[in-house]
């Protein structure tokens, strides 16, 4: 990201990128939809609603046409005729009805298979190996990812099929109604000052300049409104993120007197929640002006428009009635945007967070520290080696955040148990990171075992919302062991008591003490098997006895390799070695 940065000035507060343009927002959503594999079933979907979109503008162009001999028959007070038409009537406005049933139920799988295209190629996305990680540590972007991956790819997926459908329709609707308003108007001349002039197809220039007008008008009113759903979307994610976190932590809260607290902490998102939508209210009454006041007019403007060329004799009653509902043809698929102004601000806002998002992820692969980088390779023995490493905090971090340095080069053996201490300043978790290949910035070389089989144990484990047996063999299904091996594991760790709850599923980082979670997580080790366990200042908040328990667990484990990283006077007695870290 460092090289990135020093080429523009100009950076996304929220990823630390380089504004993402419009374009190429659509680019990498187009390219995204193109890899899904819903691709061919919207494809197939889209050719369905093209043919019945077609269809059904043949239909209301009938409908259209039966207008004449219909108003043609009540001026002649033809009553034979007009029953002859009121059938005709009913079997197009029947065949619309259907199609619009038939088009309903399109529209709702196009925008159904839209959005499981999406959303899973998100979630594939921002769960690739390292990126959700490296992600939360990016900005304001990955405070909330859950908001981009449900409720903004919902809207992208919805708006995206409906303004689509939309458009395509309007745009037949146009291609179809403009030539008969064309031909209404063709021959259309009025006399000025006595000389006639003649304005071939004059009602297709009136609907253009009326629905070209509102469009502009629209347009400059409601400017605004793409960046002000944007910014109520991140407001609205980060409510709900402190509310959620604040759920979470209630115990904590309470058992400080913490309410009053976060009660303001709340209060104070909730006030910049309703601040944008104030102004989001404020704007969308603005545009009611103009699209309201167009809408009233549209009642009258058409015949308005018709009305030289029928006081002049050259259109019948039913003919007026034919060009009036013609003009609204047209000037409804003219209008598109005007009548659309307001979800096409939300679309806008929706492909923002959505692409910038994913834009994020990827870039992620690409980040690197400069031209002095962190190499992080597989030795050709079973051992694992530090060399000359100096792990910088990340850029643009705090001046407070500290880095590392390990000068020389340490080699570790199978077997041996290696503490990872020094200075209180340095940041040792660094270095568990980079070894884990999270993190990228700084200089020098670690070369990981030849075997792979490497478990990392951060200082806080996940409990997956799963039963037991699936929390105890978490990552691997839980099939891939017999009960009696997980039984055994339990009860080595002095969890026995728990081997009748296998089945069972429950909150267990809630439903368990952390001295247990640990235990769950050490029977995790003994089901897994590594070679080699890192564990990152794991110990740290156990008590004393309970600490001389696991760490004898892990003795028992004599052919794997176990480096803590981090202080724990319990350990510091089987180590074989103490590598001293120093601040950076």
Request: charged letters at 20%; glycine letters at 6%; zero cysteines.
């Amino acid at each position: 990201m460092a090289s990135i940065e020093t080429k523009t000035s100009h950076i996304d507060p929220d990823t630390g990128y380089p504004p993402f343009t419009f374009g190429g927002q659509l680019r990498m959503m187009a390219g995204a939809f193109w890899s899904s594999q819903v691709r061919n079933k919207v494809l197939l979907l889209i050719v369905g609603l093209l043919t019945i979109i077609l269809t059904t503008v043949y239909a209301q162009y009938r409908l259209n046409y039966w207008n004449t001999p219909f108003y043609n028959a009540l001026e002649q007070r033809d009553l034979d005729g007009f029953f002859e038409q009121l059938k005709v009537f009913f079997i197009i406005a029947g065949s619309l009805l259907v199609l619009n049933v038939i088009q309903a139920w399109l529209n709702q799988m196009t925008a159904l298979f839209m959005r499981e295209g999406l959303t899973r190629d998100l979630v594939d996305q921002w769960m690739h190996p390292r990126r959700a990680l490296r992600l939360a540590a990016l900005g304001k972007i990955g405070i909330n990812p859950d908001q981009r991956l449900h409720e903004d790819a919902r809207n992208l997926a919805e708006l995206t099929t409906t303004l689509a459908i939309g458009l395509v329709n309007a745009t037949i609707l146009l291609a179809s109604f403009i030539g008969v308003l064309w031909v209404l108007s063709a021959d259309f001349a009025f006399t000025f000052n006595g000389r006639q002039i003649a304005i071939p197809g004059y009602m297709v220039w009136a609907a253009l300049l009326y629905a070209g007008s509102a469009s502009m008008l629209s347009n400059y009113v409601g400017r605004k409104l793409p960046t002000l759903n944007t910014q109520r979307y991140s407001q609205e994610a980060e409510l709900r993120f402190t509310l959620m976190r604040t759920n979470e932590n209630m115990l904590a809260i309470t058992l400080t007197n913490g309410e009053d607290s976060e009660r303001r902490r709340i209060q104070q998102g909730i006030s910049e929640v309703l601040a944008i939508i104030r102004r989001l209210a404020f704007a969308y009454t603005n545009l009611t002006w103009v699209s309201a006041g167009f809408g009233w007019l549209t009642t009258i403007a058409p015949i308005l428009i018709a009305a030289p060329v029928y006081f002049s004799g050259g259109l019948s009653f039913g003919g007026l009635m034919m060009a009036v509902g013609a003009f609204n043809q047209v000037n409804t698929a003219l209008r598109w945007y005007i009548d659309n102004f307001r979800p096409i601000a939300d679309w806008k806002a929706a492909l923002y967070r959505v692409s910038v998002f994913r834009r994020a992820l990827i870039e992620l692969d690409n980040e690197h520290a400069g031209p002095e980088t962190l190499r992080v390779e597989q030795d050709e023995a079973e051992q694992l080696t530090l060399k000359d490493l100096l792990l910088s905090p990340r850029p643009n971090s705090s001046g407070s955040d500290r880095g590392l340095r390990l000068d020389g080069e340490y080699v570790i053996f199978p077997g041996e148990r290696i503490m990872v201490n020094g200075d209180p300043r340095a940041n040792r978790r660094l270095l568990f990171q980079a070894i884990a290949g999270l993190w990228p910035w700084g200089k020098g070389t670690i070369r990981l075992p030849k075997s792979g089989s490497m478990l990392l144990v951060p200082q806080k484990g996940f409990f997956p919302d799963a039963t037991l047996e699936e929390v105890l063999t978490y990552p691997m299904p839980a099939a891939t062991y017999t009960p009696d091996a997980m039984g055994n594991a339990l009860e080595t760790v002095g969890l026995g008591r728990l081997t009748e709850k296998l089945s069972a599923r429950e909150r267990w980082e809630r439903v368990l003490q952390e001295d247990d979670q640990m235990r769950l997580r050490i029977a995790n080790a003994l089901l897994v098997k590594p070679r080699w366990i890192v564990l990152d200042d794991a110990f740290e908040a156990l008590e004393t006895e309970t600490q001389s328990e696991l760490l004898a667990i892990l003795n028992m484990m004599s052919e794997a390799t176990v480096i803590y990283v981090g202080r724990s006077e319990t350990f510091l007695p089987s180590s074989t070695r103490l590598i001293h870290l120093q601040p950076y």
